[in-house]
């Protein structure tokens, strides 16, 4: 399974989303979007899910802890235990073995990240 993670503040919008996405995923055929769990309800999101019509999976912010990532934002740290919440997100999603295929991708407006990850099983 390839897997494109999502991490985004909140004031992000599905054309940010979008962004990050189109640029992270323009070589890979994905097939699943992953992001934590406490984004939940936030509107661009859902707009941007029932666009690209991909499988959604929430990932439980105790499982980003720990995930090695390529990329290291502060705040990410500091609020989930890992770099990138795109990374590890799509890392978590991808299961066991899963690699990162690129670091993640940062919308234009720089308000969301996108990261591609594929399973080690596929």
Known sequence: MIVAGLGFSSAATADSLRAAFTAAAALHPV??????ADKEGHAALAEFAAETALPLHFIAPADLAGQRTL????????????????EASALAAAGLGARLLSPRQISDDRLATCAIAIGGQT
């Open 31 to 36: 097939s699943a979007l992953a992001t934590v």
């Open 71 to 86: 990329s290291c934002s502060p705040r990410s740290r500091a609020s989930y235990g890992t770099g990138s919440v795109a």
